[in-house]
């Protein structure tokens, strides 16, 4: 059974920072992750997608790479702002039948930045 | 192309009523995922639908559940008799045939509170 796990929990830092979140799996027979951010009360917000078959992915100030034979991705902000505050989710999917199956999340990283 | 719809946004039901919970994909997509969370819990697979069909109901709960995503129309999750630990925000994601990197985009949720 597929166990996603996120740390930290919890993560603070000044505006301006860059910071690292990290994402372990603990099986490696994935066919995609998936970082997204959500905000409270809110639906999810699908940040970054990477293949299997890939290393990393970029949009913007985000970077998301995946170790896929050691079971971890980690997720890059650079520069962080205020508005980057947000509960963040990793998640992955194996392939079945004719489409990826359901998403095994991480309980996610609350992050808040600081003004 | 508007996202991924849900409604209502908010259901309040009394215990032993019935809930129905509807999702309408975005345009194209034929992939419907259906996930569940728990106060304080991880976001919770539930079920996956194609067009007319079932793919994987793992997830989801033997009774007084059920989930369905008719030719025409949006697929709708269907709580029956409900009770108290069925309090929960309930989201419905979709991912299009193509391309096939199956990335799921997320509606806004429904939040169903069970008096």
């Given at each position: 059974?597929?166990?996603?796990?996120?740390?930290?929990?919890?993560?603070?830092?000044?505006?301006?920072?860059?910071?690292?979140?990290?994402?372990?799996?603990?099986?490696?027979?994935?066919?995609?992750?998936?970082?997204?951010?959500q905000d409270p009360g809110k639906g999810l917000t699908s940040l970054l997608l990477i293949q299997s078959s890939q290393r990393e992915q970029t949009s913007g100030r985000l970077n998301a790479s995946l170790d896929k034979s050691s079971g971890r991705s980690t997720l890059y902000i650079a520069a962080s702002q205020p508005g980057d505050s947000a509960t963040y989710l990793c998640a992955v999917s194996k392939l079945s039948g004719g489409g990826a199956d359901g998403l095994t999340f991480g309980k996610g990283t609350h992050l808040i930045i600081q003004p | 192309n508007a996202g991924v719809m849900q409604n209502p946004r908010h259901?309040?039901?009394?215990?032993?009523?019935?809930?129905?919970?509807?999702?309408?994909?975005?345009?194209?997509?034929?992939?419907?995922?259906?996930?569940?969370?728990?106060?304080?819990?991880?976001?919770?697979?539930?079920?996956?639908?194609?067009?007319?069909?079932?793919?994987d109901e793992s997830g989801m709960p033997k009774e007084r559940f059920s989930a369905e995503f008719p030719k025409e129309g949006p697929s709708i999750l269907r709580i029956q008799q409900v009770v108290r630990g069925d309090s929960a925000a309930y989201f419905c994601a979709s991912s299009p045939d193509y391309p096939p990197d199956h990335e799921q985009f997320f509606g806004p949720g429904t939040r169903l509170t069970v008096l």
């Open positions: 059974k597929q166990e996603v796990t996120q740390i930290p929990a919890a993560l603070s830092v000044p505006e301006g920072e860059n910071l690292v979140l990290n994402c372990s799996f603990t099986d490696s027979a994935i066919y995609n992750l998936q970082w997204f951010r | 259901l309040v039901r009394r215990r032993g009523q019935e809930a129905r919970l509807r999702c309408s994909p975005m345009k194209g997509h034929s992939h419907v995922y259906w996930y569940r969370q728990l106060p304080e819990e991880g976001l919770k697979f539930m079920v996956y639908l194609q067009k007319e069909n079932i793919i």
